[in-house]
């Protein structure tokens, strides 16, 4: 599903974030990324998601090298990716539904398709009686719904959760964590980044913990392993 290849990321101001890291991640794995603050996270989730590019290395996702993909042809990578941000980034003008069904509408899906699966995957994330709310009515544990509804609406085999629980009480972030993990059932692949040492050491799934830019530890039922 993803190989990566001796991937580095060095940034303009010299800064090494990601230093000749290579993995694999099979199809159906959920993988929390973990690490004290500075250890490349965010960076890795942004190469993923080619917010930036690598400065040298090979990413290649469903046997497609995606390193040097032309910059016209990153939107549709994107749509083999679900994303979950830590700060929502709900549209505030449009409602629930309308938050959710935007990400259909800009791949191309027809609105009788949008009008068939809106409502069943706002269901699934319990938000049926908040279609027609906007994000300012509505708690942070709803929001990191829409916002998780948003990512899977269109199927796709990857979902990247950045820090998904980092705004949200232990209450609200177990409910994330609960359909995160329903998600990865079905059959999607998850890859995590995170903070939130109860949740990696209760849920033991692999866990790939990273250090000055470099992997430390991938352990298939791993812990979080680090003082917060």
Known sequence: MIKIINLSKTYNN????????????????????????????????????????????KIIIANQNITNLHRRQVPYLRRKMGVVFQDFRLLPNKTVYENVGFSMEIVG?????????????????????????????????EMQRVSVARAVINNPPILIADEPT????????????????????RGTTVIMATHANDIVDTMKKRVIALENGGIARDEIRGCYGYED
Do not use: C, Q
């Not at 199809?27 to 400065?55: H, N």
């Not at 980092?166 to 059932?185: A, Q, T, V």
């Open 14 to 57: 010299g800064v090494k974030a990601l230093s000749n890291i290579s993995l694999h991640i099979d199809k159906g794995e959920f993988v929390f990324i973990v690490g004290p603050s500075g250890a490349g996270k965010s960076t890795f989730v942004k190469v993923l998601l080619l917010e930036e590019e690598p400065t040298d290395g």
């Open 109 to 141: 899906v027809t609105p009788r398709e949008i009008r068939r699966r809106v409502p069943t995957v706002l269901s699934m994330v319990g938000l049926s009686k908040r279609a027609n709310m906007y994000p300012d009515e509505l708690s942070g544990g």
């Open 166 to 185: 980092g705004n949200l009480d232990p209450e609200n972030s177990w409910e994330i964590m609960k359909l995160l993990n329903y998600i990865n059932r």
